[in-house]
């Protein structure tokens, strides 16, 4: 107790309480004077995929044989009714200038316009309406200056035709259209989508969280400080990781940013909220606003920390990942929620101090006594206090614990047993929408060729001098479409190369599972050509490939990711709450949340807005925020539970635990499900179902499991929910910083 006094007169004491705050003021002063923010050092094509995985290595290959260095904007032409003369003509134009003058960072493009007018006709789909022309550029070059050079061909392309293509509609009326698709065209998108995210994401998380905390709080002052206080935490995390970008020693992406800016307001307005319950609780006990906010500080500080170590731990796992996107993520996010907790301690305290109760106008609390002296200065002669509401769910919980247990666990048994119906896909064209540029350019590629067209499959072998017997095989395989003529490596005769279009979307499931039985084969005819260690003499490149190895590689991260987090979150609370019992059900029961909100997000994303399946990173994603964040909440109610039974009897501990942190926990959690229920107002598929599955996980942990379950777990197992400690209140005032 003494030590948490301490802390409080250090950081919101008389004179300290302005010192803390010129602190921050000049920590974020500095800190965005001397250092580039976080926003300027983003780097979206960033490699995702390590250099020892076999398309890595196929792409390796292919440069050094082939010169294939490069990847495609296919640049896809239609009129409904078909292209007429002048339009392949104008085409023909277009990619002579290119080839002479090329845009910036192009590579190369295909003659076209030395063939005649009739031999690009042949090129043109069954009904006459569509041609695809590709136009290569370097693969070493950013999205952002892909899309300055696909710009400079647009504009080209508008003052040929005398009119813009790429404005004009593919479906109505007969006029030339045109759309950039292929990996430069869904490179430039996908940046494109994120571009400006976490921007419109704060804005609207902020209007948000102001508008939850003035209806919960109903004090303009109050529903200010959490959001100052995340904003001076903003202001030091995005230059203190733009440093950390700028140096080299991380990598950060548009995405990760959009997401640490929710992470950022959801868990920052609960640490805050939990102090400020806290401390307006205690204001009605106690007249000396600087004594209620010491013993806020006391009783909360601890598990505010331990909550936030929690958290950032769980986060730092997602270094143990192989995949760059999910490696990136632990740095900014662990770091953005330890800067939280730290503002959360020291900024948050030192604000109240400074408003005291005013923070709570206009309904300040007080004590009976001040209510009473209020009452007497304006005339009444009594002051009626409002009856203390006893916590329904308080009494039900340890009235009826076993039926509280039963239908739970049949609630959430129901929900997660639809997390083994969910179908996952890698499908990148599947988050865009449906009316972005690349997408409009896939689909009509689909519709009018093979859409194995978008994305070619490269397979390179080593045949030792063999004469070809592996593309008459190709050629019979049922997936595939088209298969080229043989080309031999540049620097190694004996390498053969097969450019293939498969006969479906090369990002869909069925595709990627191709990629082995394509291996297989080609293995296969080499060892009956006699050729030794055929599996070293075998590469597979193309995005069908590269997809392949994401989701081997994220399958192996899930693998290796959750047992550690789950494992670190048990040795956390069996530290911290000094009982075995406990710690079990606990990560027990957020794991079985963790389902539940799997089941449930797939019933909403799947049979609720129609989607096929989710993106193949989400479980993960999910997984460490639910289960990290959701042990917040079972800290926060535990701790007021076993603090209180050292001044009651066991039940009444609980009924009473359950009350008084029911209100600031939903407060809370409906707060964190709201920000990241905002990812879902995105036009990007795969923020939108994260942001749903995560959304409900947090919901289902505020409204069942802890109000429900965790207590009537607790009631049922009364004395043994603190095993192997001697229920002695030493021992337990010593096991966790206690919380009212």
């Known amino acids: 107790m003494e030590h948490g006094q301490g802390w ?6 008389k004179r300290s309480k302005w010192v803390t705050l010129a602190v921050w003021i000049l920590i974020v002063g500095v800190l965005s004077a001397m250092w580039p923010m976080v926003n300027k050092e983003v780097q979206n094509n960033a490699a995702n995929l390590p250099d020892d995985l076999p398309s890595v290595q196929a792409a390796k290959v292919a440069k050094e044989q082939f010169g294939s260095g490069s990847v495609p904007a296919l640049l896809v032409w239609h009129r409904e009714g078909g292209l007429q003369d002048d339009d392949l003509q104008h085409v023909q134009k277009l990619f002579g200038g290119w080839a002479t003058t090329p845009v910036p960072y192009q590579d190369s493009v295909p003659p076209f316009d030395k063939l005649p007018v009739q031999a690009l006709r042949a090129q043109l789909s069954q009904d006459q309406s569509t041609l695809v022309t590709p136009v290569l550029f370097r693969s070493d070059v950013a999205s952002d200056h892909l899309k300055e050079g ?6 080209q392309a508008a003052q040929e035709f005398g009119s813009d293509p790429f404005a004009a509609s593919q479906t109505t009326g007969s006029e030339l259209s045109a759309r950039v ?13 994120f571009k400006n995210a976490d921007f419109k994401l704060m804005m609207a998380t902020v209007i948000l969280v102001l508008v939850i905390l003035l209806v919960i709080y109903r004090s303009p002052i109050l529903a200010l400080i959490p959001l100052v206080a995340i904003g001076f935490a903003y202001g030091a995390i995005s230059p203190l990781l733009g440093l950390m970008a700028a140096k080299g020693w991380i990598t950060v992406d548009s995405q990760a940013i959009s997401i640490m800016t929710v992470l950022l307001f959801g868990a920052g307005t609960d640490y805050c909220l939990f102090l400020v319950s806290h401390f307006r609780h205690l204001l009605r006990e106690e007249e000396s606003k600087g004594k209620a906010l010491l013993q806020a500080i006391t009783e909360t500080s601890g598990a505010i920390a331990m909550s936030g170590f929690t958290v950032v731990l769980s986060l730092l796992a997602l270094l143990l990942a192989r995949y760059g996107a999910h490696h990136r993520f632990a740095v900014p996010f662990s770091v953005s929620i330890l800067v939280m907790v730290v503002a959360s301690l ?3 305290p030192a604000l109240l101090a400074i408003f005291g109760r005013v923070s709570f106008f206009p309904f300040i609390p007080r004590t009976l006594a001040m209510e009473e002296e209020r009452a007497r200065r304006k005339g009444k002669m009594h002051y009626q206090p409002k009856p203390q509401k006893e916590s329904f769910i308080g009494r039900l919980v340890i009235a009826r614990p076993w039926m509280i247990v039963i239908v739970t666990l049949v609630v959430l048994g129901g929900l997660a047993s639809f997390s083994g119906q969910v179908k996952f896909t890698y499908d990148i064209m599947s988050s865009f929408p449906k009316s972005m540029e690349s997408r409009e350019g896939y689909d009509m590629i689909g519709k009018q060729f093979s859409p194995g067209v978008l994305a070619p499959v490269k397979l390179m072998v080593e045949a030792g001098g063999h004469a070809d017997a592996l593309g008459a095989k190709l050629a019979e395989l049922p997936y595939i479409d088209k298969v080229s003529k043989p080309q031999k490596g540049g620097q190694n005769s004996d390498i053969l190369a097969y450019d293939m279009e498969l006969e479906m979307n090369p990002y869909s499931t069925e595709a990627i599972d191709s990629i082995p039985k394509l291996r297989e084969t080609a293995e296969q005819s080499l060892r009956e050509a006699g050729i030794a260690s055929p599996e070293d ?5 193309g995005q069908t490939a590269i997809q392949y190895d994401t989701r081997v590689t994220g399958d192996r991260d899930t693998l290796v990711i959750i047992p550690v987090v789950i494992g670190m979150i048990t040795l956390l609370l069996l530290v911290y709450l000094r009982s075995v019992t406990a710690t079990v059900y606990l990560v027990l029961t957020v794991i079985l949340s963790y389902f539940s909100a799997l089941g449930l997000g797939w019933i909403i994303i799947h049979y609720g807005l129609g989607a096929d399946a989710i993106q ?3 479980p993960l994603y999910s997984f460490v925020f639910l289960v990290a964040l959701g042990e917040d909440y079972n800290i926060f109610m535990i701790s007021s539970i076993w603090k209180k039974k050292k001044e009651m009897p066991f039940k ?3 009924k009473e635990g359950v009350g008084e942190t029911g209100s600031v926990i939903t407060s809370a959690g409906l707060i964190l499900a709201g920000t990241f229920a905002v990812l879902a107002s995105l036009p990007i598929q795969v923020l939108v179902q994260f942001g749903i599955i995560t959304a409900v996980g947090v919901l289902l942990d505020t409204f069942i499991v802890r109000p429900f379950l965790v207590p009537a777990i607790t009631t049922l197992l009364g004395s043994w929910a603190f095993w192997p400690s001697k229920h002695a209140e030493v021992q337990e005032s010593a096991a966790h910083t206690e919380i009212r």
Do not use: H
């Not at 696909?150 to 504009?155: C, D, R, Y």
């Open 8 to 13: 409080g007169r250090f950081v919101a004491g």
């Open 150 to 155: 696909v710009q400079q061909l647009k504009n």
């Open 181 to 193: 698709t292929g990996p430069v065209g869904i490179s430039i998108d996908a940046v494109g989508l």
């Open 346 to 348: 020291t900024l948050v």
């Open 537 to 541: 003499k075998v590469w597979i490149g």
């Open 616 to 618: 193949g990173a989400i």
């Open 652 to 654: 009444q501990a609980i």
